[in-house]
């Protein structure tokens, strides 16, 4: 649990890409301007077994690009494993939508009504030298193909998303978003 404590410390709190924004703007209009704001949750889930070693997390991530702001909310479970971090996604609970599901407005729920998502898969991030680095390749549909890279240190959170429809990207950037606590 030390390693996992470790690295929710690192994931916990409020970011946000400000500097790398600013540096882009005048040439690059369209790269956004994106926040984070994660929040460890277990004390919202009921019914966790006993034994429960993992961490829920909810990721609120807010884009803002050409003048409009899209959230896109998440719900992670963090887990100890030997060769690092696991990282497993859940559909987002029952009653809340993208809009509505932040922690702030998060109400108990039990985990025993939780699902896992079925087109995401999971993450494993290893630590080297103070530096957690993981990934992983998701098939959305049979034409849709979602790519996640992250890496994770006391300076930056460092996230390389993509999605290609068949082999053509038609979302993410060229070079990761450099996410800095900005609380």
Request: charged share 25%.
């Amino acid at each position: 649990m030390n390693k996992l404590n470790a690295f929710l410390a690192l994931l916990s709190g409020n970011f946000d890409n400000a500097e790398q924004f600013e540096a882009k703007k005048a040439d690059q209009p369209d790269f956004p301007y994106a926040r984070h704001v994660n929040t460890v949750c277990n004390d919202k889930i009921s019914h966790l077994p006993a034994d429960f070693q993992g961490a829920f997390l909810l990721e609120e991530s807010y884009y803002t690009a050409k003048g409009n702001t899209h959230a896109t909310p998440h719900l992670f479970l963090f887990t100890e494993e030997e060769g690092g971090i696991r990282l497993t996604s859940y559909e987002i609970p029952a009653g809340y939508d993208k809009n509505t599901f932040t922690y702030q407005n998060l109400q108990e729920i039990d985990f025993r009504d939780l699902k896992l998502s079925e087109k995401f898969t999971p993450a494993l991030y290893v630590e080297k030298d103070g530096v957690w680095e993981g990934g992983s390749v998701s098939m959305f549909s049979p034409v849709l193909k979602f790519t996640l890279f992250e890496r994770f240190s006391s300076q930056c959170l460092e996230v390389s998303e993509s999605m290609e429809v068949n082999g053509k990207k038609t979302f993410g950037y060229d070079e990761p978003i450099l996410y800095k606590r900005a609380d």
